[in-house]
């Protein structure tokens, strides 16, 4: 049946059938699919290239009421002038019920992930996904993300620059992945081009005053006990359960004495927080002064130890049942983390802006003011790139000025003091 598609026309029809197809005189390809039932549902009709030999394909617009007779008309006019163009919306809608969205295909990705990279680096990179990624775009189809999207998630991480650019990359990452699984076209990953935040590094080194206030309440931390950090107090209760709260909430409190040991032993040697949590006696030579780490973030590293850090080691008791030198409380794991006797500490000696990876930044500095070279410090952090340590370069101006100081004040203390002397009969104009 054929009429021109009006609201008066929706109406009043009354189909003869239990499902009429009526197709509009006005706009070729356009129909409604009347119901006995009243539901009225726009379509489009047509066939794909190839003319009378192409396959005949239906795609619904939508239901007459959400919809006009205008709106639905105009968005068959659009479907129909893609098919002019070569397009076949049918085949496109199929493909979309059947394509994955981000969250299907990222648990493709992150397992791919876990089997090829680092545990710690599988473990941050699922951490960024489901607290950033998925809730912004993991309904979307992959094949249907814009640079747009992806720009603007960037954008409201801009508070966090660093967590943004980060986010960004395992973003690029997952769309290459992406596109080598067919599940999206090549050269099309829309974190391309997308300017990364600047990235301020963050030097902070302790000075030998601020390094003694540590020691002092470190040594409160393992005798006395410390009170937990303000940040890491729990919340007061109130309502009816507040007579229930835990009366010695901010009370002192000795902390454990392997992680009182462990802060120490991170300055001590600038080793970083997993690969001193991690450490095992079998990986130490204390008689060499040496340990060997098997699996760091740059692969396998061979570190030397001070003799004030084999001290610390040689004093610790060894635990049984721990290949650990710095156990936890569950047998034969180790230290998981330190940041609650960390916080309470640093609090205590009013560092409150020290991060616990600043100890490994004021170890580098310590061999710098010693005189110690890049070479010396890249070898004793365990970086593999060159350019890591050169972040360190400007700290080695002091020990510099300091021995350019001492040699010229001693020559020219045998020179006898030009300061005095006449500037012309020293041949200076």
Not at 121 to 135: G, M, S
Not at 373 to 387: C, E, F, P, V, Y
Request: hydrophobic share 40%.
């Amino acid at each position: 049946m054929q009429a021109k598609l009006t609201k008066r026309m929706l109406d009043t029809l009354v189909p003869d059938v239990e499902r009429q197809l009526i197709f509009d005189t006005e706009l070729p390809g356009f129909g409604v699919r009347a119901m006995q039932s009243g539901v009225r549902t726009f379509f489009a009709q047509y066939r794909t290239v190839g003319g009378r030999r192409g396959r005949k394909r239906r795609v619904t617009i939508g239901r007459y009421g959400p919809l006009t007779v205008e709106q639905a008309r105009a968005a068959a006019k659009a479907l129909l002038g893609t098919v002019a163009q070569g397009g076949d919306p049918a085949a496109v809608r199929a493909a979309s019920k059947t394509a994955p969205t981000l969250r299907e295909l990222g648990e493709v990705f992150l397992a791919n992930v876990e089997a090829k990279r680092k545990e710690s680096t599988a473990k941050e990179y699922r951490r960024l996904w489901q607290r950033h990624i998925v809730p912004d775009l993991g309904t979307t189809l992959v094949a249907s993300v814009s640079t747009v999207q992806v720009s603007a998630l960037h954008r409201r991480m801009k508070e966090t620059p660093y967590g943004a650019n980060r986010t960004l990359s395992l973003v690029a990452s997952f769309f290459s992945f992406a596109e080598h699984q067919g599940d999206r076209p090549r050269h099309t990953n829309p974190a391309k081009g997308i300017e990364p935040y600047k990235e301020r590094s963050r030097e902070r080194f302790l000075t030998p005053a601020e390094t003694r206030r540590l020691g002092e309440a470190l040594i409160q931390a393992e005798t006395t006990g410390l009170p937990p950090a303000p940040e890491r107090r729990k919340k007061p209760v109130t309502g009816p359960n507040a007579k229930h709260r835990t009366k010695s909430a901010g009370t002192p409190k000795v902390a454990n004495m392997f992680a009182v040991a462990a802060i120490r032993f991170l300055l001590l040697t600038g080793f970083r927080e997993k690969e001193a949590l991690g450490l095992r006696w079998t990986e130490v030579d204390l008689a060499r002064k040496v340990a060997v780490l098997p699996d760091t973030k740059t692969g396998k590293s061979v570190r030397r130890l001070g003799a004030a850090a084999v001290l610390l080691l040689e004093s610790l008791p060894r635990v049984k049942k721990s290949p650990y030198v710095f156990p936890g409380a569950k047998t034969g794991k180790p230290l998981v983390e330190i940041n609650r006797v960390w916080y309470a500490v640093r609090h205590a000696a009013a560092l409150d802006d020290v991060r616990l990876h600043d100890l490994r930044h004021s170890f580098a500095s310590a061999v710098a003011s010693a005189g110690g070279s890049l070479l010396m410090i890249r070898n004793l952090l365990g970086h593999k790139d060159a350019t890591t340590t050169a972040k360190y370069a400007h700290l080695l101006e002091d020990p510099v000025q300091a021995t350019a100081d001492a040699t010229a004040g001693e020559l020219a203390g045998l020179l006898g003091s030009v300061s005095t002397r006449n500037p012309t009969r020293l041949g200076v104009a």
